[in-house]
């Protein structure tokens, strides 16, 4: 848990969000999937984890079906906890790829007052991290980012499906609503199908795909998934990433650049599906769609400037690297704060052709908040692990500045 002092900031932070507030990764019902990792057939088993922090004091948290710890739990303000599962989601058959692979082995996560909740599935040296976002928050179209080139995965042409690092990539659909929900993909051949109530389906995207979105009558989650894409010497690992709702207008989604090397971004939107290499963009690339940035153990949801936050919560996993990445204005980066410290001494990089700086520092310390006085700004959580990446942006508490939080950390 975090301090007294923390916890008052948190409700003081929490008390600027409106109940229509749609920009934050607040809410009182999640649904949550852990994706194959690595192999179904592995014979470790997989450490996955939720992360739960929240808000208000006497927040009574319900998961089901129930970790070890117990399914009934009572948090405080600015409390963090997290929860030790064992679901998979399991292989799919390759003789019925054009149809949906239904099942039911998600995590339902409901709760008295609002919460943010983090995941991370970890499988021996394979590690993935995902925000999960709010049932009430979700949309009912995502369009799909183009397959990655990745050397021994994608770029053999003849895709083996039961060597899953030579397997194709899959989308992850969950339905959290309480009734079926149809689903189709759309783009070129269409593929469609129903979703019951609380059940994920799985479906394969091959290299040559032509399918631009997913569209549904209801709202659903969505990612895009690879359970063992390869990394560096001859190793694989899980690629997993959330895709954001498609947008009714064109964002620009700031590029860290600590990030940037040997990356690619892919997007997609109405009018462009495709993927560049970093180095021929500025620092910013813009969609009406999806942008996520690409690079060997990492599928990174880009942060568009229209949704900066002003606070934000960052878990801490141990026996791990974990660091923070801060993207912001060059002329807001006095005021940012990491717990009760203001962000001192750091050194910044400019992202080429904006007027946006970035910073990466390590942290050491349990789960903890960022949060800016006076502005707002993206945070992302990042993790590395044999120097291999993985890592998600951080769930945003508020979007309002909380200028009351300086007087509250420093009395």
Known sequence: AMTRTSGLVFLLLAAHIPASQ?????????????????????????????????????????ISPPPAEGSYQNLKAGETKSFKMTQ??????????????????????????????????????????ALVIPAD????????PPVPEIEGTTDQGVLVVNVTERGPFRLIIINPSKDTVKVAIKGGDEISGDIQSGKVA?????????????????????????PCATQYDCTCGLLHAMLPPAKNCTMKFPVPPVLAEQASILL??????????FRSYSG????????????????LTLIPEEEFGSCFVVPFIENKKNFLIIVVHKEHKDGIHVGKFPLNNTDWQELKGTDYVSTN???????????????????????????????????????????????????
């Open 137 to 144: 928050k979700l949309s009912m179209k995502y369009f799909l």
């Open 284 to 299: 910013v690339v813009q969609s009406a769609g999806t942008a996520i940035l690409y690079q060997p153990s990492l599928l």
């Open 202 to 226: 799985q479906i394969w995207v091959m290299n040559t795909s032509t399918f631009q979105f997913v569209e549904a009558d209801k709202p659903v989650a969505v990612f895009f998934s690879h």
């Open 22 to 62: 749609t920009l934050t990764s607040t809410g009182k019902e999640f649904i949550v999937v852990f994706p194959e990792n690595i192999a179904y057939y592995h014979p470790s088993s997989p450490e996955n984890k939720i992360w739960i922090t929240a808000l208000h004091n006497d927040t009574v948290i319900t």
């Open 361 to 411: 520092l390590s942290t050491s310390f349990p789960n903890t908040f960022v949060w800016h006085n006076s502005s707002t700004m993206a945070v992302y959580f990042m993790g590395n692990e044999n120097n291999t990446w993985f890592g998600n942006p951080a769930p945003v508490v508020s979007v309002t500045p909380g200028k009351e939080a300086h007087s509250v950390l420093n009395s």
């Open 88 to 129: 998979e989601l399991g292989k799919l058959d390759f003789n019925n790829y054009l149809n949906f692979s239904i099942s039911d082995k998600t995590i339902n996560i409901t709760s008295s007052k609002d919460v943010v909740v983090q995941a991370i599935s970890i499988k021996k040296r394979s590690v993935q991290s």
């Open 268 to 277: 997609s939107d109405q009018h462009f599906r495709g993927y560049e290499s």
